[in-house]
């Protein structure tokens, strides 16, 4: 979010390094392959994905962060010998977590854009999107606490 309010600031050249230029720019029906080959869009769709997951990866702190979590969280459930259920409880408690920062990622950007002045929807659109994050974010320290938690008692 800091990003698109810097960006309002700054002189073209910084401002062509910080805006996100829309991978579909330019991409129509009629691009050269897309009716020849099914498989194009598909790839295409996979690039812009990627470019997403680049940029979340560049600019958001947080998703960074809570990538770095969910690696360690991963890591130190190689050795607990986790059942099925568990890895997969921890997976998706995992993706959650990063899902919802993407998504508020993209509401906010979305409503920075679209918000020149202040507006107190606009800000409470940011704030509940946050509080999404904050509250997996919470529900995934009581997931690990649940998985983990007998575990280190009985290891220590």
């Known amino acids: 979010m800091r990003d698109l309010e810097q960006e309002r600031r700054c002189t073209p050249e910084q401002q062509e390094r910080l805006t ?6 330019g991409v129509s029906g009629e691009d050269a392959g ?11 769709s996979f690039r812009f994905a990627l470019a997403g997951f680049r940029y979340l990866l560049t600019t958001q702190r947080n998703f960074r962060i809570e990538l770095v979590i969910g690696v360690v969280a991963l890591a130190a459930a190689v050795p607990s010998d986790f059942q ?9 408690t995992i993706a959650l977590v ?15 854009l679209a918000s020149e002045r202040f507006d107190p929807r606009a800000r409470a659109a ?12 919470v529900a995934s320290v009581a997931v690990g606490v649940a ?10």
């Open 126 to 137: 940011k704030d509940v999107s946050a509080a999404a994050v904050l509250i997996a974010a």
């Open 20 to 25: 996100v230029h829309s991978p579909r720019d």
């Open 147 to 156: 998985l983990f938690g007998s575990r280190l008692v009985v290891a220590l």
């Open 98 to 112: 990063l899902i919802l920062e993407a998504v508020n990622t993209a509401i906010e950007n979305a409503v920075t």
């Open 34 to 44: 897309v009716g020849h080959n099914p498989s194009v869009p598909l790839v295409r």
């Open 84 to 92: 099925h259920w568990e890895w997969a409880v921890l997976a998706l």
